[in-house]
């Protein structure tokens, strides 16, 4: 079975930048995507990203900061600049068995293959 691992979470200040990164075990060939989530509330997603198609999609909240991107066929990272506290949260990257985002949206319960997460916390 596919496996993801994230790294590169940490601390930092307001206005600070983070570079996560998402390793697969298998190629990633379908729709993924980086998802977020503080306890308590519901997982957001975050970005998304077709390897097949080449489309972006991501949450308005991090739109013009955040950039997600495929660095080979089995890596992806999420870019996180301008980062403010209520971007504190555990992030996670996800794979999905589509290849068109349109039908796995940026908040689809349709990612079925999970990383186990990595820490941001952002201070003011």
């Known amino acids: 079975a596919q496996r993801l691992v994230e790294a590169g979470g940490g601390s930092v200040q307001a206005g600070g930048s983070l570079k996560l990164s998402c390793t697969s075990s298998?190629?990633?060939?379908?729709?993924m995507g980086w998802f977020r989530q503080v306890p308590g509330k519901e997982r957001e997603g975050v970005a998304i990203?077709?390897?097949?198609?080449?489309?972006v999609a991501y949450a308005d909240s991090v739109k013009g900061r955040f950039t997600i991107s495929l660095d080979n066929d089995k890596a992806s990272s999420l870019q996180m600049n301008s980062l403010r506290p209520d971007d504190t949260a555990m992030y996670f990257c996800a794979a999905s068995a589509y290849r068109d985002c349109r039908l796995v949206p940026i908040n689809s319960e349709k990612y079925n293959i999970w990383g186990q997460g990595t820490q941001v916390t952002v201070s003011s």
């Open positions: 990203i077709s390897p097949h198609f080449g489309t």
């Open positions: 298998g190629y990633f060939g379908y729709c």
